[in-house]
């Protein structure tokens, strides 16, 4: 058994992640703004807290003594490079002595490459009027490429997207970028738990989709 942050716990993809470790027997820390609209989280096994994933001290604080880390963040209020940017500088400097050595930061497909090695986002006919939401997410994903921490972090995202309404399989695979492609948030969050007890991809984008 793990003791397992999630820091967005409120959203579908932390929800699920929340779901799925305790339906492992992991502790949880669900991580949200405020608590008080979350008390359905709350069990035996999940502690509800309130914290900022911006602010390193916060990550510090509430991170110590877990295991792994999972960010499923989003601010539908804030410019998205400013702060999927600003996240993932808070939590690589935020969890360093934490005992924290595993962080899993759920990603976007758009910025994931395709067989043809290029991102999803700029083959011909993908929607265009979010791509300022895009390049937030590939921000990111660039400050934790950058980084020279030892924390062991991965960017797990759907292949395609989610399929919203989509039913638990619990079956999945690694996949490169396809519009097309899609996956449950039950089954994302398999493969969020298996890369948390048994890491396989490292400090990379890795898309997964039904499979």
Same mark, same amino acid.
């Given at each position: 058994?793990? !003791?397992?942050?999630?820091? /967005?716990?409120?959203?579908?993809?932390? !929800? $699920?992640?929340?779901?799925?470790?305790?339906r492992r027997g992991h502790q949880v820390t669900a991580v949200v703004r405020h &608590?008080?609209?979350?008390?359905?989280?709350?069990?035996?096994?999940?502690?509800?807290?309130?914290g900022d994933v911006t602010d390193p001290d916060s990550i510090a604080q509430l991170?110590? *003594?877990?295991? $792994? $880390?999972?960010?499923?963040?989003?601010?539908? *209020?804030?410019? &998205?490079?400013?702060?999927?940017?600003?996240?993932?500088? =808070? @939590?690589?400097?935020?969890?360093?002595?934490?005992?924290?050595? !595993? @962080?899993?930061?759920?990603?976007?497909?758009?910025? @994931?490459?395709?067989?043809?090695?290029?991102?999803?986002?700029?083959?011909?006919?993908? &929607?265009?009027?979010?791509?300022?939401?895009? @390049?937030?997410?590939?921000?990111?994903?660039?400050?934790?490429?950058? =980084?020279?921490? !030892?924390?062991?972090?991965?960017?797990?995202?759907?292949?395609?997207?989610?399929?919203? *309404?989509?039913?638990?399989?619990?079956?999945?695979?690694?996949?490169?970028?396809? $519009?097309?492609?899609?996956?449950?948030?039950?089954?994302?969050?398999?493969a969020l738990l298996d890369e948390i007890e048994a890491p396989s991809q490292h400090?990379?984008?890795?898309?997964?989709?039904? /499979?």
């Amino acid at each position: 058994m793990s !003791r397992i942050i999630v820091f /967005g716990a409120g959203g579908r993809a932390g !929800r $699920a992640a929340v779901h799925e470790a305790r339906r492992r027997g992991h502790q949880v820390t669900a991580v949200v703004r405020h &608590p008080a609209r979350y008390g359905d989280l709350a069990t035996d096994d999940v502690t509800v807290r309130a914290g900022d994933v911006t602010d390193p001290d916060s990550i510090a604080q509430l991170a110590r *003594g877990h295991d $792994a $880390a999972i960010s499923a963040v989003y601010d539908a *209020g804030a410019q &998205p490079d400013v702060f999927f940017a600003g996240a993932a500088r =808070a @939590l690589l400097d935020g969890l360093a002595g934490t005992g924290v050595d !595993r @962080l899993l930061v759920v990603g976007l497909a758009s910025v @994931l490459e395709t067989a043809s090695g290029t991102l999803l986002m700029d083959t011909p006919g993908y &929607p265009q009027e979010y791509r300022f939401f895009y @390049l937030g997410h590939a921000a990111g994903v660039q400050v934790l490429r950058s =980084a020279t921490t !030892r924390l062991d972090w991965l960017v797990i995202s759907p292949a395609g997207d989610f399929d919203h *309404g989509g039913a638990s399989t619990g079956r999945y695979r690694t996949a490169v970028a396809e $519009a097309t492609s899609r996956i449950s948030y039950a089954d994302f969050a398999v493969a969020l738990l298996d890369e948390i007890e048994a890491p396989s991809q490292h400090r990379v984008h890795v898309g997964v989709e039904e /499979g």
